[in-house]
């Protein structure tokens, strides 16, 4: 019998943790599309700090379907009316489930979906992408239905799946009926909750969708690929997310990692990542831009002599010298020994190993032509209660050698982990979580609610998704990053707290300030910077036009109450817990300058600084010998050893879910920044601001790609993460 629960859903899975299982994700999307046409509208908006303990979270009671047949629960998010995903974005996440399934199975001995390689599932999630009107959306629907049926028909799936079931040994407490009769009792128990809930829910439910066609194509879409789910947990279960009986085999060459991209593109940085030039480009245009910081003096602990630095540079074609470099502020440092924090984790049967390395970097001088990056040295600490640090440089003595390559992996390893625990969930996802309550608190109609609403859409339901899955043991988080869960749940946090108690120092340039990278002439070749600069320009000329149309002057400002109290419900220890937020940070909304400020950073940090961390895990770190989300032996301990990097990389079973997970998260482009919905304004005198905001959108566009064509030389690789078109209005994914 189903129930509904308002205690948070990561007690839950802290008490039964159960690996991810694709069936069940589909099972909850399948009642998001069920509950879809009946939302409920006294939904009451507050905080819960349950979740990552003091963090502020939207609070979501929680469906609790129980499943008699295998035994577990299936866990409903109770969303507000306003809340409910798109059928659009639940159409884009249903088809990228798909690709990765189909990829996966083709790394299976069996590869019983070969057919499907031709059929191009990828470019239809592309396309699904770019579609506007519900008559293209029930057009793709249409044609994946009809792909799926063809596979259906000449492949026998309910024969293949009963013979898997009958030939595979299976626990006695368990039965194993017929995919359907799973959604039919997922059904039974919908509809007995809205019944016995028919006075407070169902009351209240609107349809919000006379056209039943495309949810019920879906629904049996979704039935239909939680059999290729369900069947591809018995085809060579090693490779197999969530399996029962988890292995690590090795790979012998990168070929095995290659190869493990069978339908999934694989990216282009698999053929550059061991370049040095490339490595340093990873800083200033990769998935985590913004750690690299301007340095006056050499670290004690990367103790690095004149000599050694000429000799560097000199192998680069460089001239140089290092006092003359730090004089001229050409030395750069990315520090990521706040991972010193994590303890190694153990997923799913190996030794996992985190290291906090410090990276130098330098500029060439103003006199050369090409004035990128290049890697100058690399340490860390040779135990972690040893204060003695290993120095790694590319000049190695032994040719043969191969540690400076391992060197560079275990930074990459370092910068995914800060990356995914601090830049990505921690710096967007968590910062902007806060805002939510407060925003919808407000009068509806309040020229701060238009503004905010569609730029804080999906944000709930993707951070639910993120703490009851993606970062609960056993799931995404906990087999593939580095550290503990505990740990690493710790670290993003704290990485949240550090802006959160910051937020008059989080404003885009304000970031680059602090870390010395806002000079380009000390700095050329930084597409993140370049780019982002266009976009917050932008988004505060636009904030500014659209506020100064409802506050004539501050004490307008200083005297609506509603936006004071928003301002006070975000600094209030009951309400979102931020910390130096307002004019003089008492947490009082006095300025239309600083109005504008505030709401610029959280509509940069939602659209366009998400986009920068979130797309390249697909274009980049899909990639695990780039990318290595964990170490699988210790670091080395001389910067002379022969030490084959290949031997730390990720088991092939770790490489395919990393493929899996970083596609799906960096595939979904929901929205898009500066198309607002036709009734995101009621006030016409919106429309000449917006006008000229989308106009710059479209010459900002125009620039990146002139900037992307390397016209200069400086961009190695296309840095379109920025790109107006690329950027969701909100974090939805």
């Keep these: ?306 000599d050694k ?115 990505h969930l921690g710096r967007t996802h968590l910062v902007v979580e806060p805002f939510v309550v407060a925003t919808n608190l407000l009068p509806d109609n309040h020229s701060l609610k238009n503004l905010l609403k569609p730029h804080l859409e999906g944000t709930v339901l993707i951070n639910y998704g993120a703490h009851a899955l993606l970062v609960a043991p056993k799931n995404g988080v906990d087999e593939l990053l580095a550290g503990s869960i505990g740990s690493d749940q710790a670290l993003a946090a704290h990485g949240t707290q550090s802006y959160l108690f910051n937020f008059n120092d989080i404003a885009f340039p304000n970031t680059l300030k602090n870390r010395g990278v806002d000079d380009a002439s000390k700095l050329p070749t930084y597409p993140y910077r370049d780019d982002g600069l266009l976009i917050w320009q932008a988004i505060e000329t636009w904030v500014r036009d659209y506020f100064n149309i409802y506050y004539p002057n501050n004490s307008s400002v200083l005297n609506d109450e509603h936006l004071q109290t928003w301002a006070s419900t975000l600094s209030s220890q009951e309400g979102g817990r931020l910390q130096n937020f307002g004019d003089d940070g008492s947490g009082r909304i006095q300025t239309l300058d600083y109005l504008v400020k505030a709401v610029s950073t959280v509509i940069f940090t939602a659209s366009a600084q998400h986009a920068a961390v979130n797309f390249p895990q697909k274009e980049l770190m899909m990639y695990a010998p780039a990318f290595p989300l964990a170490r699988y032996v210790p670091a080395p301990t001389n910067p002379q050893q022969s030490e084959n990097f290949f031997k730390g990389l990720p088991p092939l079973e770790q490489s395919l879910r990393q493929i899996g997970l970083l596609y799906l998260l960096g595939s979904i482009y929901y929205t898009n920044l500066g198309n607002y919905s036709a009734s995101a304004f009621p006030d016409p005198n919106v429309k000449p601001a917006l006008d000229r905001f989308q106009t710059s959108l479209k010459y900002i566009e125009q620039q990146i790609h002139q900037r992307n064509s390397n016209s200069k030389g400086d961009r190695i690789i296309p840095y379109e993460f920025l790109l107006p078109t690329k950027i969701p209005q909100s974090i939805n994914i």
Excluded: C
């Excluded at 006056?296 to 002599?305: A, C, E, G």
């Excluded at 001229?328 to 010193?340: H, P, Q």
């Excluded at 135990?383 to 050698?401: C, E, M, Q, R, Y």
């Design 309 to 423: 630095y000429s000799e560097v540079a000199n192998y680069y074609g460089v001239s140089d010298n290092l006092n003359q470099a730090i004089a001229e502020g050409r030395i750069y440092l990315a520090d990521y020994t706040v991972l010193d924090t994590i303890v190694n984790g153990n997923f799913p049967v190996k030794q996992k190993y985190i290291s906090a390395p410090l990276a130098l970097f330098a500029v060439p001088p103003s006199n050369y032509s090409d004035r990128s990056l290049f890697p100058v040295a690399i340490s860390y600490q040779q135990t972690s209660i040893s204060n003695d640090w290993i120095v790694f440089t590319p000049l190695v003595s032994d040719t043969n050698a191969d540690t400076w390559m391992t060197a560079k992996n275990i930074v990459q390893m370092a910068d995914g982990n800060y990356h995914e625990l601090i830049s």
């Design 1 to 306: 019998m189903s129930e509904i629960s308002t205690e948070n859903s990561l007690t839950h899975l802290n008490q039964q943790p159960q690996d991810l299982d694709i069936v069940e994700i589909l099972k909850e999307i399948y009642a998001l599309v069920k509950l879809y046409e009946r939302i409920g509208d006294d939904f009451q908006y507050k905080y819960d700090y349950q979740y990552l303990n003091p963090l502020a979270i939207t609070h979501i009671p929680i469906l609790k379907i129980n499943n008699p047949f295998k035994n577990t629960e299936t866990s409903i998010p109770l969303l507000p009316k306003q809340e409910y995903p798109n059928l659009k974005w639940l159409v884009a996440l249903v088809v990228r489930i798909v690709v990765i399934l189909f990829n996966k199975s083709l790394n299976t001995e069996q590869n019983f979906l070969k057919k499907m390689i031709g059929i191009a599932l990828d470019a239809i999630g592309d396309e699904l992408n770019k579609s506007q009107t519900q008559e293209e959306l029930d057009g793709i629907l249409s044609k994946l239905k009809s792909r799926l049926d063809e596979i259906d028909k000449s492949e026998n799936i309910d024969g293949k799946l009963a013979y898997a079931r009958a030939t595979q040994p299976q626990p006695e407490t368990i039965t194993h009926p017929a995919i359907e009769a799973e959604f039919q009792e997922l059904d039974k128990q919908i509809e007995q909750f809205l019944a016995a809930h028919l006075e407070k829910l169902v009351s209240n439910f609107v349809k919000i969708d006379d056209s039943p066609a495309p949810r019920e194509k879906l629904q049996d879409i979704i039935i239909f690929v939680a059999k290729l789910a369900e069947l591809a947990k018995y085809l060579k279960p090693s490779l197999q997310l969530g399996t029962a009986t988890p292995t690590a085999t090795p790979a012998s060459s990168l070929e095995d990692y290659n190869n493990q991209f069978q339908i999934i593109d694989k990216p282009d940085i698999s053929y550059h990542f061991q370049e040095d030039k490339y490595f340093a480009y990873m800083q200033v245009a990769g998935p985590n831009p913004l750690v690299l910081q301007r340095v006056t003096q050499i670290d004690v602990r990367l103790p690095i002599t004149e």
